[in-house]
């Protein structure tokens, strides 16, 4: 049976490519069951480190697959909207709940859900074919997925107001400069450099990499004192795990750690 993502392993990384790049891998409601299945899939799965996105042709996704979404629209009813936007929403509880790293890798257009997704994920890299586009306000639609949380903290309050309100878009330079990607990278190595950056995180002890996400979606939100306490409530948690002795002992004896996440 066809399916809307192709999904692989690339060592201890989940691989998740966005697959119908006849509609500019566009989604419809399948192919965000389809992400939710292999979310959770990584979740559970202790080899799993990381998790890359990316598109399959000349797009990370172009949105939402309005011709699915327009014929739902006209027959279906206020509940019906109530719970597919539930849903919807739900993905960036899943992004920034998830125990692992997720990295968006984006390789072409990001517009609607892509560019949601990209900015829920936990980094961005672009190659030079990328672009961003919030395109809500010339479809009569509003933003979604928290952008409206994390975008202004990636990139300012009003660069934020200005590319929301004038549905602009912007290529990959633009958005590096701007702080919406961290990593701007030549096309033919784009894939590649993710897939090191989320070996890289792989191999590190997992305790920490995870407090670190969770500790990042929290600061914003706290003063510094708050900040200092969650810092040492996170540094306790790792000095009382076996993984910092096995670094500890892993640097003395120049030997790669091997970490157990315990």
């Known amino acids: 049976m066809s399916t809307d993502l ?3 392993r690339e060592g201890s990384t989940m691989v998740v490519a966005f697959d119908r790049p006849e509609v500019l891998n566009a989604f419809r409601q ?3 069951g389809e992400l939710v299945a292999a979310l959770d899939e990584a979740a559970r799965d202790d080899k799993v480190g990381a998790v890359v996105l990316t598109g399959t042709g000349r797009a990370f996704s172009a949105g939402t697959d309005l011709k699915e ?3 739902q629209l006209a027959a279906g009813t206020d509940a019906d909207l109530v719970e597919r936007t539930a849903a919807l929403q739900d993905l960036t509880r899943r992004f920034t709940g998830h125990p692992k790293v997720i990295i968006a890798a984006v390789n072409g257009i990001a517009v609607g859900v892509g560019v949601e997704l990209a900015i829920a994920s936990d980094l961005r890299l672009a ?11 010339h479809r009569g639609l509003f933003p979604s997925n928290g952008v409206l949380y994390s975008l202004p903290r990636l990139v300012g309050h009003g660069r934020a107001v200005d590319l929301l309100l004038s549905g602009e878009t912007i290529d990959a330079a633009e958005a590096y400069r701007a702080g919406l990607v961290s990593r701007l990278v030549p096309d033919g ?6 897939l ?3 070996e890289r995180i792989a191999v590190a ?10 500790a990042m979606h929290r600061v914003w939100e706290l003063d510094l004192e708050e900040v200092l306490d969650l810092e040492t409530e996170g540094l306790l948690a790792c000095l009382r795990s076996q993984d910092v002795l096995e670094g500890v002992r892993s640097f003395v004896e ?3 750690a091997v970490y157990r996440g315990a």
């Open 205 to 214: 002890a997992p305790t920490p990499i995870r407090l670190i996400k969770e």
């Open 196 to 198: 090191e950056l989320a």
């Open 254 to 256: 120049r030997r790669p």
């Open 30 to 32: 399948r192919t965000y």
């Open 69 to 71: 979404a327009g014929a």
């Open 189 to 194: 190595e784009l894939l590649d450099t993710a």
């Open 127 to 137: 190659g030079h074919a990328a672009s961003f586009a919030f395109k809500e306000v």
């Open 6 to 8: 192709r999904v692989r």
